[in-house]
């Protein structure tokens, strides 16, 4: 069955109220489109909790700084529509920029301290036009439970901090990052990755699943961790932009140790291609499975 397929702010409104007053519910999975099984976990995760799950398609131009990768970011509208096929019970969301900004749009959700570590000085003015779109969406679904994959990190407490704080009728729910079967994270960027960067990215895995490992065999030391961590991504080639422990509610610099929840965060470019991945210690497993990981069996883990 195909998706339901709208492109007006008003159709959606209608659609989202009509499920409710009929007594059901509507969960929400904003993407930028260029699906992949990453994308479809959450919808799937997002049809468990709703009667109408309603995924948006929209490359955001606000949230890309001048020089990034908004012109070619993959637009794959057609194959976006056959992976939502058959999926039942979904509408999907496909806006104009006209329609997300209208003529004279001059508001912005200003985020706060959530936004300003890690990928905020690398990227600015990333979270105020991520925040700024999702806050229109939100507003256009309504009352809803909204899912988020973790592998954005930084994104996902934003969000979240910005629907508690604008009082928003939306519990935002977080879903695991998905992984290929040799662990790359799976992102629309991948496809940007020549053969030979591809293998050069699965770096960032293997440094988390190292520093994982570490922090279970019982390391806490914050400096540690990260040098785990970054060793093969450096050793890759790839040109780091932060390998960084963080408080994983605050965000918070962790000066010495560890506590029992930290997130370890990298980010880098390899090639020209920005790649991005994450593990919540003390809450994720080590990210690769045992075979990969230098062959030390689970039991085993230092
Ligand atoms: O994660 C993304 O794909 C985007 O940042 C989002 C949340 C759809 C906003 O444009």
């Not at 709703?50 to 398609?57: R, Y």
């Not at 070619?72 to 096929?85: C, E, H, K």
């Not at 570490?214 to 970054?230: I, K, N, Q, T, V």
């Amino acid at each position: 069955m195909p998706p339901v397929v709208t492109s007006t702010a008003s159709e959606l409104r209608k659609l989202c109220d009509g499920i409710r007053l009929r007594g059901g519910r509507v969960a929400f999975v904003p993407t930028m489109g260029a699906l992949h099984a990453g994308h479809l976990a959450l919808v799937e995760a997002a049809k468990k909790r709703a009667t109408l799950v309603v995924v948006s398609i929209f490359v955001n131009p606000t949230q890309f700084a001048p020089g990034e990768d908004f012109a070619r970011y993959p637009r794959t509208l057609d194959t976006d529509l056959q992976r939502l096929a058959g999926s039942g019970d979904v509408c999907v969301f496909v806006p104009t920029v006209g329609e997300m900004y209208p003529p004279g749009d001059q508001t912005r959700v200003r985020v706060g301290a959530l936004a300003e570590p890690l990928c905020g000085p690398f990227r600015p003015g990333h979270f105020e036009g991520v925040a700024t779109v999702v806050c229109k969406l939100f507003t256009l679904v309504g009352p809803c439970e909204a899912v988020f994959g973790r592998k954005d990190y930084q994104q996902l407490l934003v969000i979240r901090r910005m629907a508690t704080d604008l009082l928003m009728p939306v519990t935002v729910v977080d879903h695991p990052t998905v992984r290929e079967a040799d662990g790359l994270a799976m992102s629309s960027r991948n496809t940007y990755l020549s053969p030979d960067e591809r293998a050069r990215a699965l770096s960032l895995v293997q440094g988390l699943d190292a520093a994982a490992r570490r922090f279970a065999g019982g390391e806490r030391r914050a400096r540690e961790l990260e040098r785990a961590a970054r060793e093969p991504v450096e050793r890759a080639g790839a040109r780091i932009e932060y390998v960084e422990l963080r408080d994983a509610d605050t965000l918070a610099d962790i000066p010495e140790n560890a506590g029992d929840r930290a997130v370890l965060a990298i980010a880098c470019r390899m090639g020209t291609t920005r790649l991005i991945d994450n593990v919540v210690l003390g809450q994720d497993p080590p990210p690769l499975p045992t075979m990969h990981s230098r062959g030390i069996p689970a039991a085993k883990w230092p």
